[in-house]
């Protein structure tokens, strides 16, 4: 795999089961004072419908199936997955761009992002694990965050859950999210760590 150009910026890449917190957290740290304008969000692509509350190019690119099959084939994808039968993946493009404009980036990614993020960009990548305080407690949080969300769904995002709470060591930090105001404090302290402030 050919390792990626130099950058001075560090690339944080959050993951966790669905439902932990990761959108929530990323959003309050984007938003706090001391990370203003040193930290943006990367934004990836999917194929899976917008849920209510989500903006195009806020919150993902929102594609076809054809669309992202296009772009993949076309090797304009980075890195990508797919998560209970929808695909989701990182543009090569807006990634470079990005890196050469902002200081520090952060993403959201399964493992498998993580992991590739990690060793196209080893000196630059930090890894968090968001982990929820239950499965219970997850199930409840997906179920409160889009009432869209099919029953059959929410159990398809648990039961993956189960799996993915299994690869939290092979993170960089873990970082649990019961009490929303800690975890953002603590997410903040990680990022301001890891970019020297
Ligand atoms: P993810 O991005 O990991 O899938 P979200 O950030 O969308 O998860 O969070 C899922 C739901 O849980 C949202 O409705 C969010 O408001 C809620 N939530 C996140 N963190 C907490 C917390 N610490 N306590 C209670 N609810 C939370
Ligand atoms: P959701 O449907 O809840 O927004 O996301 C489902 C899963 O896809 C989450 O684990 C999320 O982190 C992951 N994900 C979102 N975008 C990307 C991406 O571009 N690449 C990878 N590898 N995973 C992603």
């Not at 990323?26 to 969000?41: D, G, I, M, P, Q």
């Not at 849920?51 to 919150?59: A, H, L, P, W």
Request: with cysteine; glycine share 6%.
């Amino acid at each position: 795999m050919r390792r990626q150009k130099k950058t001075t910026g560090k690339i944080f890449i959050i993951s966790g089961p669905s439902g932990s917190g990761k959108t929530t957290l990323l959003k309050r740290a984007l938003l706090n004072k001391s990370l203003k304008n040193k930290l943006a969000k990367s934004v990836s692509l999917t194929t899976r419908p917008k849920r209510s509350g989500e903006r195009e190019g806020r919150d993902y690119f929102f594609v076809s199936p054809a669309e992202f099959r296009q772009l993949n084939k076309a090797k304009k994808i980075l890195e990508w997955t797919r998560y209970l039968s929808y695909d989701y993946g990182t543009k090569r493009d807006y990634l470079e761009d990005k890196l050469k404009k902002v200081r520090h980036l952060a993403l959201c990614l399964d493992l498998r992002g993580a992991l590739k993020l990690k060793k196209l960009y080893p000196e630059n990548a930090v890894t968090i694990f968001v982990e929820p305080p239950s499965i219970n407690e997850l199930r409840k949080r997906i179920e409160g965050r889009c009432s869209k969300t099919k029953p059959e769904e929410v159990d398809r995002r648990v039961k993956l859950a189960v799996a993915e709470l299994k690869n939290a060591h092979r993170y960089d930090y873990i970082l649990k999210n019961k009490n929303l105001a800690k975890a953002e404090s603590r997410l903040k302290g990680i990022i301001l760590k890891e970019i020297g402030v």
